[in-house]
């Protein structure tokens, strides 16, 4: 693909906000008024932290497809798009020569690793100072056809929504455990379930923070045993980012304080009051500061993983906050003395138990999802450095626009006929085949296209049963032969889609398939031999080549539900469920038994 290098500054322009000084600021739309744009507008969109100024001639404005790069302190580099109005001068507008610059390839360009780390670059010289357009003379662009711009930035927005749609699943796991812990014990703070209480002091071995060695910052080594600081506590969350490490001589100091596993690690000082989670088995050794406090439990009647979510569940965390602030101090804090007579509801502590193994197995599949987010986002990485540099051809790659007849895809072919609709999943195969120099499908990429099945449990709690979820059989138990008859009676004469078919074996059969994505695969390279989903359902498809599942015969196609471009037949359950959604999502791969 042929390409020409400009300066950035040569093919585009900048420009700076403005700011009215805010006394004529206003939270009321008035006539004659404008939205004001500030960069936690666009980042923070479900606070309501609209505000509007006086429209003038002097404003700076913009509309909602104007590409916006935030210039100062953390925000520096961030790119914004999507709202209309004036914005404020912490933004910089880009006005990109349309003839030579796309601006949807402008905002792809923008946002791809290649860029933000030459922004991040000038902002860890002077964040304050921000950046200006002599700064980005400095940075050269490889610039394409705008044809072909248009095809980049295609591809790489499919990547987004994949990456959007994992980290979307991980939210719903979340949600899933917050209304399990609702559903199991009710609110902590009413207690209306009738629970037992206990002071904390009754039902735990210890209580007790640490200190930060003499030297403080300086006095840190670059390896050793960890040193956890209240930086690295979030909400049921170890962030292992700026993770201290001490030597033998500070951590002896520090013994009465040694971290063991299990123990619920609680912030207690400072901005990040009241933040709880379970220490992680791969940072130990390790020893705690004084703004974390160790909360170990009577384990025969307290279950550690019962209460690290008592402490992050909505209500007690207000509950906890209040005690933080009592009596107006200037710095949110709880004292040892406030953790050993906080009062907590105790349920019996096999019900505890059950709860803590719906946590572990849904904290497995959570661990999974975080492992394909990054293998997505390292996908998306790759393609944009070799698009941007050229290095790929996209001239098979189909536009929204380019409608074609006689459609017969499959993604795990190289197409050679596709379609508009097909979003997210029409463009990528054909790039990392390309990338991959490959003539046919590339079987990597099934593992990022293969259909999300995180759906199986938005409403878990509305669907399964909570012993169902711990009561779920390995799929390792089932035979080839048994998931191909259990497949014929369920699905004879009816199209399916891998989604379908994650539920119907979770949900009706209970068994949750097993399903390991190639990164798994190359930290633990003896799972190969094993079976999973994936694994199955591709051994059972027609080919040319002999089968390895002789039980079952699949013949995939891609249903677009924008042309109907074949009659599928659903059973009425997988209707339900398939009619809830739109058009978009209803186009995907679906299986039909051949006999």
Known sequence: MEVIKYKLTDVCDFQGGSQP?????????????????QIRDFT????DNVEYVNDSNRLKKCKKDDVLIGRYGASIGKILTGLEGAYNVAIMKTIPNEKLLDKKYLLALLRGPIFQKFIQNIGGRAAQAGFNKEDLSKYTISLPSIDNQ??????????????KKRKESVILLDELLKSTFLEMFGDP?????????????KITTKIGSGSTPRGGKDSYKDDGISLIRSLNIHDNKFLYKKLAFIDNEQALKLKNVIVEPNDVLFNITGASVCRSTIVPNDVLPARVNQHVAILRTLSQSLNHIY???????????KYLYKIAIVGGATREAITKDQLQKLIIPVPTISIQNKFAQIVEKVETIKQSYHIHLQELENLYGSISQKAFKGELDLSKVVLENEKKKNIDVSPFTNLKKTNSKYKVIDSIPLVVDEMKGSSSGSTDFQDFIFEDV?????????DVKVDTIINLKKW????NQKLSELIKKRFKDNHFSIEMLFKYFYKIIGVRPSYFTSEILKKKPYLNNQQDLKKFVFSSIHRDEKKSNPYLNLKQQFYNAQTENFDLKLLTTDYEFFKEKDKNQRSGIYFSIIE
């Open 44 to 47: 923070q969109r479900e606070k």
């Open 454 to 462: 995180s759906s199986e449990l938005r409403n878990v709690d509305d």
């Open 21 to 37: 000084p805010k006394i004529e600021w206003s939270k009321n739309k008035q006539d004659g008024y404008i939205r004001m744009l």
């Open 150 to 163: 248009k095809r980049i930035a295609y591809v790489l927005s499919d990547c987004q929504i994949l990456v």
């Open 307 to 317: 209460l690290n979510h008592l402490l992050i569940s909505e209500n007690f965390k």
């Open 189 to 201: 703070v009413i207690n209306e379930k009738g629970w037992t209480k206990f002071s904390l002091d």
């Open 476 to 479: 390792g138990d089932y035979s």
